[in-house]
């Protein structure tokens, strides 16, 4: 049986990879496929790429471009959620902080530099007219996790994160929202090291065509809200109404849109030039 290791935030938007591995989905095809919790998001699943510990990864769009700019030998296969990802901007309960404006110049806590945390603290000061050079100062923090423990301690001033992951702590008073802030693309997509696909392009293939059976039906799937808001600790309400934004993709990213991500991190000095489609993208 051929192992492939694929890697993820352990959040909702990943439920249908649970659903395929739970019920040994891959197994059909000769396929033992092992997931990776990366509570870390992005930045370190761009790293656990690079240093070969997974063969896979569900990850934010605009952080593996930037990554396989800079060297990460990496293709996009597909597109996982064409929907845009919601990030709300965080601060502490006790944060003196209440409206955007207080934010500009004060310090972003950040999972990891060239994570969703990081990059999408540029697109929100290009969207409020801050400066990106002198308006933007960050503070590492790892992880979710670091950032409820760390911005009531004066840890970094806001955080920026997916806006239901984070509800249950702005509904138990950790957090407050002062704004939201939704990627101008879509956010999640599917990349593979060049070296499996080059050598087993036919297993990642099974392995996308599994899960896109799955994401086709997965809105149907009886009672799936009161799952997930089980299983993630999320109110049902909240969960319903993520259900009504999101959107799965079972196809590759296109050209138009690759150049308008590449147009708008040169634009922010997140990555140094463009690169052509065929750099950044495979069908398979």
Not at 27 to 41: A, C, E, S, T
Not at 169 to 176: A, C, E, K, L
Request: proline share 4%; glycine share 6%; hydrophobic share 35%.
């Amino acid at each position: 049986m051929k192992e492939l290791k694929i890697g993820g935030v352990p959040e909702h938007f990943n439920l249908p990879w649970y659903l395929t591995l739970r019920d040994k989905s891959y197994h059909q095809d000769g396929i033992n496929l092992r997931w990776h919790d990366y509570f870390g998001g992005t930045g370190q699943m761009c790293k656990a790429l690079r240093d070969k510990e997974i063969d896979m990864a569900v990850i934010l769009t605009e952080g593996i471009i930037r990554d396989i700019i800079n060297g990460n030998t990496c293709k996009i296969v597909q597109v996982y959620t064409k929907s845009p990802l919601i990030w709300g901007v965080h601060v502490a309960q006790n944060s003196p902080y209440n409206t955007i404006d207080d934010l500009k110049g004060k310090k972003a806590a950040i999972s990891r530099y060239g994570s969703g945390s990081h990059l999408m603290a540029y697109v929100n000061a290009q969207n409020n007219n801050w400066n990106i050079t002198s308006d933007l100062n960050f503070e590492e923090v790892k992880n979710l996790e670091g950032a409820v423990l760390g911005l009531p301690n004066g840890i970094g001033d806001y955080f920026m994160w997916e806006k239901f992951t984070t509800k249950p702590y702005v509904d138990q008073g950790t957090f407050r929202v002062i704004d939201h802030c939704p990627t101008p693309w879509p956010c999640f997509v599917i990349a593979v090291r060049n070296e499996v696909l080059e050598n087993d392009p036919d297993a990642v293939k099974s392995v996308l065509a599994t899960i896109n059976d799955t994401t086709t039906e997965f809105k149907e799937i009886p009672s799936i809200d009161t799952m997930i808001s089980n299983r993630y600790a999320q109110k049902l309400e909240d969960v319903q109404e993520w259900l009504g934004l999101t959107e799965w993709s079972q196809h590759n990213i296109s050209e138009a849109t690759i150049n308008t991500i590449q147009d708008k991190l040169l634009e922010l000095n997140i990555i140094p030039h463009k690169v052509k489609y065929t750099d950044l993208v495979l069908d398979l």
